[in-house]
């Protein structure tokens, strides 16, 4: 008997119910059957053959470790689009082959996503699954940012899943600097929801040398909007590790027109540009290294003067 389930093991194209036959009698030598059955099931399958799947598979995924390993396994399971076999696949730590479609699918699952972001930050390419949340395509991660870090913050290792997640971030912008600067709104909105939700600390040094303020300035390419960081407790006096001032670093990313306004706004806000960075600059020593021609002192001088009649600290 066992020979004839041998020959029928190595046929190419195993049909449902010769699938069934070894399954029931206990004959899977290399536990590929029950991925053969779910490769039958997408192929076309009767109503029958359904209903008898979804009732075998709790039965015998146990026995099928690869399906920690194997994406395939998941990916046939969003096409058959049975929510209890993606979740039972999920609860036994299927491989993900993609979080872009896992979010798609259980975004309303609270439960199910903590377990799906725990178990995608194992993975030794968990960086892979990072660099879709910002990719183009993946335009839902713009309506699921705030239920993104509930997500990351009801995880076991929060605080390392997010340090992954900026440090990736981080070396994406060295490597790529003019195609992901492009994406900094949407890198700005998951760091501020990340300090919201009390991820990361609003004024500790998150990545390296950089506290989430000069973090997020030194990745923007643009003015950013400082205002939408007042509420959130961020020091816009604190030095990084480097010794780097937020008002110099803001004045390295305003154009020279744009002085005279720019300054204004920060002192509003509460900048002090009377801090010294690690050369010992202030925000006029700072300014002072942009002169040039007249166009460009006339606004150099203008800003110096705005910060002149600010009343320093004492």
């Given amino acids: 008997m066992e020979n004839i389930y041998k020959d029928l093991y190595q046929k190419e194209d195993l049909k449902f119910d010769e699938i069934l036959i070894m399954l029931n009698n206990n004959y899977d030598p290399d536990k590929k059957l029950l991925l053969k059955l779910m490769q039958c ?15 075998i598979v709790p039965k015998i995924i146990d026995k099928y470790e690869d399906t920690k390993t194997n994406v395939e396994y998941l990916q ?6 049975n929510l209890d076999i993606i979740k039972l696949l999920i609860n036994k730590n299927a491989k993900i082959s993609c979080l872009y479609t896992f979010i798609k699918f259980f975004k309303h699952d609270d439960d199910i996503m903590v377990k799906g972001i725990s178990q995608i930050m194992s993975y030794e390419d968990k960086n892979k699954y990072i660099v879709d949340i ?9 309506d699921v940012f705030d239920n993104l870090c509930n997500w990351i913050k009801r995880c ?7 340090k992954d997640f900026i440090s990736c971030i981080n070396s994406l912008t060295k490597k790529k600097p ?3 600067l492009k994406k900094c709104r949407r890198i700005e909105k998951f760091i501020k929801c990340s300090i919201k939700h009390k991820i990361i600390p609003p004024n500790d040094c998150i990545f390296a040398d ?7 300035i030194k990745i923007n390419e643009y003015f950013m909007t400082i205002e939408d960081l007042k509420d959130l407790g961020i020091d816009f006096n604190l030095k990084n590790k480097l010794g780097e001032t937020p008002f110099n670093l803001l004045i390295n990313k305003s154009s020279i027109c744009d002085y005279p306004c720019n300054i204004e706004r920060l002192l ?9 960075d690690n ?3 202030d925000a006029a020593d700072r300014l002072l290294k942009e002169r040039g021609s007249s166009y460009r002192n006339g606004y150099v001088y203008q800003a110096i003067d705005i910060i002149k009649q600010y009343n320093k600290p004492k």
């Fill in 134 to 142: 910002f990719d183009d395509n993946s335009d839902i991660f713009d």
């Fill in 76 to 81: 046939y399971a969003y096409n058959i689009k």
């Fill in 268 to 276: 509003k806000l509460g900048f002090n540009p009377y801090i010294k």
């Fill in 279 to 281: 050369n010992g600059h």
């Fill in 156 to 162: 076991e290792k929060s605080e390392e899943i997010i």
């Fill in 178 to 180: 003019v195609y992901w």
């Fill in 210 to 216: 950089e506290t989430p303020l000069t973090l997020l």
């Fill in 41 to 55: 099931v997408n192929k076309g399958h009767s109503t029958c053959e359904y209903i008898t799947f979804c009732e």
